[in-house]
């Protein structure tokens, strides 16, 4: 038996056996996503490209669970897991399905191009929806929660490859991905672009990384020594494989010319670490291998680590030996991961506001549901989406959960992007005869998505990809504005993935609901939520800003006046805001601060002062005195349930790696001195020390401090 067909001896010597009795053609045609066979040595053909961001994507049936942002809104590390864990078992069983069939396309492997941690520094970017939020922290520990969830906990065999994207810094605007050079400061690149990154390679252990489309310091990101080798490997220890966007490639030719051929483009990525095409270009490599461009040592370095990642995944073992391979393929849309969906849609809807209309009553005799956002079960389901085999629109779920004497009528009112009036008259007389007005607004994939996105959109059409202004689109709010005017109660419910300035709404609704695109079982959690089922407790993942004309310009990445940590304005919701049917009290700060061992406790006490029992997300929040930025930074949170009256004793460890900041020149360090912390149930914002009383508190924000 040739070594590389023996199961029992080490990955890395059959590894390097089998790459061994390679040709160049051979080596060449398995360094591109559609990875051709070799019958001499038995490997067939492999698709690399798979996704599986809120569950198994463009497979067909599948658990859609909320888009990426809704889950950063649950601020739920275990469940996240929980998440990745039921999508993992899905591509298992879609992947030896397919087998079975011989369907070795697109989407049915297991090396899944998941999960987005870039940044969403910008609330104009279309792809903001597929990231965790605007914190490099709350980023970090969902994305490591992701990873593991999806890789597996077994020793020997990996369940799926998870592939963190795009590294690195990389968030619009999306017109301009293939050619934009970033130049972050190095603080910025230090502080906010690398942290998650680096926590998923090192802690998460992810297997591979993708490249982004842009430059940075002038260096295609898919081709940079800097990124991939010096930091990636060097730095941070990755042994894994990187693999390039889709086209990226192509783009050091075509687009960022930075070199004269498609051959040394292919070169150039190569010897700098990136193993995998997304595209075709790397069949230009044997040319750059005549040329004395590359050499065959280095093509060899990116197979073995390609190959490394197939045999960890048992494609080369006995299916016996595998213990994934026997996931049935009952388990895909199964009962349990139904009732998984509904527990993350509920968990990652936000309460921003309610003067005590919310929950809804059961005895209604009448509710009018309008908006175009209410009974369109495609956008529920985000980007990168499975398709649901039974979504649930906002109106569906409304119906299933009202007693069968209330009548609910619905009307659509208007268009999301359109400029048309025609349907208000009818949505205000429906208005005129109900009890309460539910009206569901946002946005969709036509108004944010990805470059030339048909995802999600009327077919022949295309996303508008990023968005020029934080606004309600078309006429929505002129629509909510009439409705109001009938003088009915009105609850405003919104689908969206980035924040949207309702500024009005707050202004003159008595309760809004944040639902974000909430997946299959979106439209049951948010009536569950409406009438009390279930007590809402999300937090915000980003800053909802009142106005575009608050932020500076979407092609500047420096991070001042973005997101809550550098950020100096009032916005409307601040990140991790987010109210409840209940209360929640905080006391007995305690403060315990080691200097010699870098490390501190802090500690507080919660309480359910109100009627329902709920959830609270308990956040804490650092700045170093000495230290001029960030302003604050989020540097724990827990999320628990209490019963009314119960009380919980909440513990945060900080240590050295949590006590550590990026001065201007992107040294990590601990700055000595005084250090604040602030422990509530939301950013404390930046005035907190000018707010708080002699003990310390500021409403139910704690502040302390220590020193170092």
């Known amino acids: 038996m040739e070594k590389y067909l023996n199961p029992d001896l080490p990955v890395q010597e059959r590894v390097k056996d089998l790459v061994s009795r390679m040709t160049l053609d051979d080596k060449i045609s398995q360094m591109m996503h559609s990875a051709r066979a070799i019958p001499d040595l038995g490997i067939p053909e492999y698709n690399w490209w798979n996704e599986c961001l809120h569950g198994v994507g463009r497979a067909g049936i599948a658990t859609v669970f909320p888009q990426a942002i809704g889950l950063a809104a649950t601020w739920n590390t275990e469940l996240i897991y929980r998440v990745a864990v ?11 399905e397919a087998l079975q069939i011989g369907d070795r396309g697109w989407y049915k492997g297991l090396t899944c191009w998941s999960p987005n941690i870039n940044i969403f520094r910008d609330p104009r970017w279309g792809r903001g929806q597929e990231t965790y939020g605007e914190d490099p922290y709350l980023t970090a520990r969902m994305g490591v929660s992701f990873v593991k969830g999806l890789q597996g906990e077994d020793e020997r065999y990996l369940k799926l490859v998870a592939t963190p994207k795009h590294f690195a810094v990389h968030s619009g605007p999306e017109q301009d991905r293939h050619r934009f050079n970033v130049k972050p400061s190095p603080h910025d690149f230090r502080e906010t672009y690398l942290p998650a990154f680096k926590a998923c390679v090192q802690e998460g252990k992810a297997v591979s990384v993708m490249g982004a489309y842009n430059r940075i310091y002038g260096e295609p990101c898919c081709a940079s020594f800097l990124l991939l080798e010096e930091i990636l490997r060097q730095e941070w220890g990755f042994d894994g494989f990187v693999v390039s966007d889709c086209g990226a490639i192509d783009d050091l030719y075509f687009h960022h ?7 040394e483009a292919a070169a150039m990525a190569v010897r700098a670490g990136c193993d995998l095409n997304c595209g075709e270009t790397y069949s230009d490599l044997k040319s750059a291998v005549g040329k004395g461009l590359i050499n065959e040592a280095e093509i060899d370095r990116s197979v073995e680590r390609l ?7 048992g494609m080369f073992d006995p299916p016996d030996r595998v213990p994934f391979s026997k996931i049935p393929v009952e388990i895909n849309d199964c009962p349990a991961h139904r009732q998984l969906a ?8 936000v309460l921003l506001k309610n003067d005590g209309l919310l929950p809804l009553k059961g005895n209604l005799g009448s509710i009018a549901v309008i908006g175009p956002n209410a009974d369109d079960a495609n956008v529920v389901l985000g980007n990168y989406n499975g398709t649901p085999a039974a979504p649930i629109t906002i109106l569906e779920g409304i119906r299933q959960m009202v007693s069968p004497d209330t009548e609910v009528r619905y009307a659509r009112g208007c268009s999301i992007l359109g400029k048309s009036q025609e349907g208000f008259p009818e949505a205000v007389r429906i208005a005129g005869f109900s009890d309460i007005v539910i009206v569901v607004l946002g ?16 077919e022949g059409d295309r996303s508008n990809v990023d968005r020029v202004d934080l606004d309600l689109p078309g006429v929505q709010e002129q629509l909510l504005q009439a409705i109001h005017a009938t003088g009915k109660p009105v609850i405003l419910v919104l689908i969206n993935g980035s924040a949207v300035a309702v500024n009005w709404a707050n202004d003159h609704l008595p309760a809004i609901l944040e639902a974000w695109y909430p997946g299959q079982a979106g439209g049951r959690a948010v009536a569950e939520t409406l009438f009390g089922n279930y007590n809402p407790g999300g937090r ?15 092609t500047d990445y420096s991070m001042t006046g973005r997101t809550y940590r550098y950020f100096q304005g009032e916005s409307l919701y601040p990140f991790g805001f987010g109210l409840s049917y209940t209360s929640f009290g905080y006391r007995n700060l305690t403060i315990e601060a080691d200097t010699f061992l870098k490390t501190c406790q802090v500690s507080v006490e919660v309480q359910n002062t109100g009627g329902h029992a709920g959830d609270e997300v308990a956040q804490i929040y650092l700045k170093s005195v000495e230290a001029p930025f960030p302003i604050w ?4 949170f827990e999320r628990f349930h209490l019963e009314p009256d119960e009380t919980r004793k909440i513990t945060f460890d900080l240590n050295a790696s949590h006590l550590t900041s990026v001065d201007e020149d992107g040294k990590e360090a601990i700055f000595p001195g005084e250090y604040r912390v602030a422990v509530g149930g939301c950013f404390p914002g930046n005035d907190i020390e000018t707010r708080v009383d002699s003990q310390g508190r500021a409403g139910e924000i704690w502040v302390g401090g220590f020193k170092m």
């Open 86 to 96: 039921a999508i993992s078992d899905e591509a298992r069983a879609k992947h030896h």
């Open 342 to 349: 509904l527990v993350t849609a509920r968990e990652s809807i």
């Open 633 to 636: 930074q989020l540097r724990g």
């Open 540 to 554: 915000l993942p980003v800053t909802f800003y009142k106005s575009v004309d608050q932020l500076p310009a979407f």
């Open 307 to 313: 190959f490394t990642a197939r045999f960890r995944l």
């Open 443 to 458: 946005l969709s994939q036509a108004v944010e998505g990805e470059e030339g996105q048909e995802e999600g959109v009327t």
């Open 257 to 263: 010319e930075v070199v004269e051929s498609l051959a």
